[in-house]
């Protein structure tokens, strides 16, 4: 089993809609979890943190249930410079960050 | 600098070479990672050096490679005797400390095994 399991996708949505990601990692010793955002040939950046209580930056809402181990991403509003890929990371108690395999959102007009 | 840089930006080889590839990390970041990408895949982890503790080599996928950070700041990634299958994209990504503080990757090193 993966450390970190992602959906693939690809997640084809309209302008304007508002799409969710899942994640699920199998350490439960992990400590702090990232979205990452990776835009085609290109390095991946740090998009949010994610806290236990949950937080929002703008239209982006990230929640952590650690009971179930699981992760989300909420994307409201979709833009169409919101294509990219959505890496699901997480980091255990090693120092090092695990990634997921990324989930492809292409937002259309 | 600014940011994390590595060089060079793209490497062509031939199979059975040696090459090296350069991380410059962001000034004052004692963390520092190496991992790859191949394409269409998942970033995968190699090798992470912490200040002045002994480096994880956990992800290093053969004993072909090899890593070092000099004075606690650049760092080198060596591939010798190249295999196509080490194609990929080599990200390096530094940051503040270890643990709970996301990174800063550089652009990457495309390196193409011929």
């Known amino acids: 089993r993966k450390e970190v399991e992602q959906d693939p996708g690809p997640f084809n949505v309209p302008e304007g809609a508002t799409v969710a990601f899942n994640c699920t990692y199998s350490?439960?010793?992990?400590?702090?979890f990232f979205w990452y955002r990776q835009d085609c040939r290109k390095e991946p950046k740090l998009l949010m943190s994610?806290?236990?209580s949950g937080n929002e930056d703008g239209r982006f809402t990230a929640q952590l249930n650690r009971a179930s181990q699981y992760i989300s991403l909420l994307i409201r509003d979709s833009k169409l410079s919101d294509s990219a890929t959505y890496l699901c990371?997480?980091?255990?108690?090693?120092?090092?960050?695990?990634f997921g395999q990324g989930t492809t959102l292409q937002v259309k007009p | 600098g600014a940011g994390v840089s590595q060089s060079p930006s793209n490497k062509v080889t031939e199979k059975g070479k040696d090459v090296e590839l350069r991380c410059d990390p962001i000034?004052?970041?004692?963390?520092l990672y190496w991992y790859r990408q191949s394409l269409g895949q998942g970033l995968e982890f190699l090798i992470y050096?912490?200040?002045?503790?002994?480096?994880?080599k956990s992800g290093l996928p053969s004993d072909r490679f090899s890593a070092e950070r000099t004075g606690g700041s650049v760092s080198t990634l060596t591939i010798q005797r190249t295999q196509q299958e080490d194609s990929a994209v080599y990200l390096c990504?530094?940051?503040?400390?270890?643990?709970?503080?996301?990174?800063?990757f550089g652009s990457g090193t495309r390196l193409t095994v011929v």
């Open positions: 990371v997480v980091n255990g108690n090693t120092g090092k960050l695990i």
């Open positions: 000034s004052g970041h004692t963390a």
């Open positions: 050096f912490q200040g002045n503790s002994a480096p994880d």
């Open positions: 994610v806290y236990s």
């Open positions: 990504a530094s940051s503040r400390q270890a643990g709970g503080y996301g990174y800063t």
């Open positions: 350490n439960s010793a992990s400590q702090s």
